[in-house]
């Protein structure tokens, strides 16, 4: 199996052409890729690990212990198919941070986490843009795809895993894929347990140290119309130690209407009715909450559905 795409985003001055077709092909082949010299400080990137683990040990490890026991996942004999070993809080930067309104959280953690957020906002609306230059899209395209009325939205799962009995019969995080746009994911370095499935093989997404690992969302295979993929993946419990991973999903505004760039549609594709639908991404993201461990296929269909009943709809009626 190839090694998992690993990429130096700091090669693009001087090594720009072979480090833009790295971006190409783990966009391409394998939906993932983890990115070093990105930028963001290693010592901010300490101190977030620092407090979040921090606020697990004090604030949550004692509840998620007391919500398992209670819900006998610590006890289980047969696979669990509607639950996930992880502990998890959300955080909402953008269209407006809710970061002040998270109970438990020290000052230090929210000024910390804030400047993280900033951070990782400025990297993903860089990296839109290396997609749009690979992609033959104009500068901007994404962006301004992602942008509804408000701007784009922008939140972070803050999910700890710790050890886990039984974890042939529980998933840390079962299989899924993203719906949104382009996600950040900051996770341990120590313990592993994220995999992604590539060519029906599931692989291990390696931890490193001050890496950000990158995955795409459903919402760029549309706009790609399928020639970048949204991967499924999960989270695999593990019986020592406990994960920290930090994933900032940015995404489209909730009123952002999302849909295939003209420019990526081929007339092969277009003939042959394989073009991806349209649809307003609230809509979508209200589909994908009822659907999420199933496959992507079905909810792409389901929009499809609606577009040709629309343009049914639209089309003149013959008159006598």
Same mark, same amino acid.
């Given at each position: 199996m190839e090694n998992f795409p690993v990429i130096s985003l700091n $090669? =693009? &001055?001087g090594e720009r052409k072979a480090t833009m077709? $790295?971006?190409k092909d783990a966009c391409e082949n394998w939906g993932f890729f983890e990115l070093v010299n990105h930028g963001i400080p290693h010592d901010l990137m300490d101190t977030v690990e620092r407090l979040t683990k921090e606020h697990y040990r004090k604030c949550m490890e004692q509840r998620f212990k007391e919500l398992m026991t209670t819900k006998g996942l610590d006890s289980v004999q047969t696979e669990v198919k509607d639950m996930d070993w992880e502990s998890t809080f959300h955080l909402r930067h953008l269209p407006e941070s809710n970061i002040s309104q998270i109970p438990d959280l020290t000052d230090e953690y929210r000024v910390v986490m804030k400047e993280f957020a900033q951070r990782l906002e400025k990297l993903a609306e860089e990296l839109l843009d290396l997609l749009c230059e690979n992609l033959g899209l104009e500068k901007g395209y994404l962006k301004k795809a992602f942008h509804g009325s408000r701007g784009p939205t922008f939140g972070t799962k803050v999910a700890n895993y710790p050890p886990c009995p039984k974890?042939? =019969?529980?998933k840390g995080l079962r299989a899924h894929t993203d719906a949104g746009?382009?996600? =950040? =994911?900051?996770?341990d370095d120590k313990v592993s347990g994220l995999q992604l499935l590539k060519d029906g093989h599931w692989i291990d997404v390696p931890p490193m140290r001050h890496s950000i690992v990158v995955n795409l969302g459903d919402q760029l295979e549309v706009i790609t119309n399928g020639k970048y993929k949204s991967v499924e993946h999960r989270v695999i %419990?593990? *019986?020592d130690g406990t994960r920290m991973s930090i994933a900032s999903f940015f995404n489209p505004g909730s009123d952002a209407v999302i849909y295939p760039a003209p420019t990526l549609v081929e007339r092969e594709a277009e003939e042959k009715k394989q073009v991806y639908?349209?649809?307003?991404?609230?809509?979508?993201? &209200?589909?994908?909450a009822k659907l999420k461990f199933q496959a992507k296929e079905p909810?792409?269909?389901a929009f499809k559905a609606v577009n040709s009943t629309a343009t049914t709809t639209m089309l003149p *009626? %013959? *008159?006598a």
């Open positions: $090669k =693009l &001055n077709e $790295k971006i974890p042939e =019969l529980v746009g382009i996600i =950040l =994911l900051f996770q %419990a593990q *019986t639908p349209k649809f307003v991404f609230e809509d979508y993201m &209200n589909l994908y909810r792409f269909d *009626t %013959a *008159t």
